[in-house]
């Protein structure tokens, strides 16, 4: 078996079956996929959310994700198996999200991944989960609007999930730029946070995108925070804090209301992540812009970064809405699409890495 050798040319050219886990936050996943030479085709996708659970909460504990993450792991593990007809004995690579995320949660799929290595004798990739996000726009077969072509490089990523609000240069598949994140809230959670304050359940994304499509976009005059500070930062936080006084001093907030504040708080949020990676896309001379993540899901984002790309002629990979949540196919595309095939020797040692910077 393979430990720190490296990967001969035929890499390319082989056929593998790699099976993909994550359970970085509150959805247990795991898919097969298939690697023939460079096409990559999904065999199976299985996804359980946790979302009910969470819900009563109004967010995600930690320790409650890796409960449940134990509790699901194995049947989503089967189902995964038996969807794709086949049995673990025909896995070459197991991909696993290794990082960034909550820490008790990350190790429910390792420490499966590590087992089922061990004990089938399988290399194990350790895998970061927003390049998982990012790898969510190549082209494999199967999933519904999945990309035609790989995306011409060098490109411009806008990651935005509950979790995360970042731009990323993507010179190469595996070589990548942070040139910026949110300095406080990521876009996603002032989604959650917003949808909470109308009294909305979690997670508010998808609330808030419903409400705003039938309320008025300029009824309110929200901020659009650091839209003009000319880098690649973000700050969501004061546009909260802005909605949360209009909501508190409001006494009847009828459902008019809460649309249009749904809509102008949206918005906002649309008016600042497309402006800025228009910004900097133009100025890093991309030839594509990708939009991945769980806010990518939002209707008007997705219409937005269109008409916004389109004018400066940089054509727009969006996530398949299949991809754009948590998801374990993007792990193992990942995996398809690096040159590292993983060893045995990682199956002992892989830790998960709650804050693994992407570089
Ligand atoms: O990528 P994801 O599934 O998990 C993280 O890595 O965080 O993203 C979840 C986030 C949540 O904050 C959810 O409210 C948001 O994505 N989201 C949306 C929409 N669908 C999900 N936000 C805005 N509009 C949507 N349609
Ligand atoms: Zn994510």
Known sequence: MFSGIPPPSSWYTTHM??????????????????????????????HYSQIKTHARYGGVIPEVAAREHTVTII???????????????????????????????????????????????????????????????????????????????PALALVVSGGHTELVLVKKFGQYHVLGKTRDDAAGEAFDKVAALLGLPYPGGPEISQLAAL???????FPRPMITSGDDEFSFAGLKTAVRYLVEKRKRRTLPFKRDVAASFEQAVVDVLVQKTIRAAVHQKVRSIFLVGGVSANAHLRQSLTVASNAIKVSLFLAPVLLTQDNATMIAMVAGLSKNKGSLAAARRMRAEPSWHLT
């Open 17 to 46: 079956i790699i099976l993909g886990i994550e359970t970085s936050c509150d959805d247990t996943a795991v898919s097969i996929i298939e690697k023939k030479g460079l096409r990559l085709r999904s065999l199976s996708h299985i």
């Open 75 to 153: 049947p989503t593990l089967q189902a995964a198996l038996s969807r794709a007809r086949m049995t673990l004995t025909r896995v070459d690579l197991i991909a696993v999200t290794q990082g960034p995320g909550l820490s008790p949660a990350l190790s429910v799929g390792i420490d499966t991944a590590r087992l089922l290595s061990l004990l089938h004798h399988i290399p194990i990739l350790g895998i970061n989960h927003i390049e998982g996000h990012i790898a969510s726009v190549w082209p494999i077969e199967g999933i519904a609007h999945a990309a035609k072509k790989p995306p011409p490089l």
């Open 215 to 221: 309320g008025s976009r300029s009824a309110f005059d």
